[in-house]
Every structure is written in C-alpha cells, then in structure tokens.
C-alpha cells in the first residue's frame, strides 16, 4: 500500500501543477477530476481487494 500511495502523491502533484497552469474551461475540467479521485481515494477500494 505505500507504493500505491506514494504514487497517488506524484499522481496529485502533476495534476495540482497543471492546475496552477492550465486556465478556462480546461482547468474546470481538472478541477471536476480532482475532486471526483479524491473521492474514489477515499472510497472503499472493492476493485483493488
């Protein structure tokens, strides 16, 4: 499990990076992404069990 979490950071890092970059409707849309993987982070893992 550190390893997936170690790689959810990198994952969250490139996306916060782009975010500071990207502008419009692009970075509403990374936005919407975001928060919809924070909730399937935090959502029980049944596909990964």
């Not at 170690?6 to 970075?27: A, D, K, M, N, T």
Request: glycine content about 8%; aromatic content about 14%.
């Amino acid at each position: 499990m550190k390893v997936v979490s170690c790689v959810w950071g990198e994952l969250f890092s490139i996306v916060g990076l782009y975010g500071r970059i990207i502008r419009g409707p692009e970075r509403r849309w990374f936005t919407m992404w975001r928060m919809s993987a924070i909730q399937f982070r935090l959502s029980p893992t049944r596909e990964l069990s």
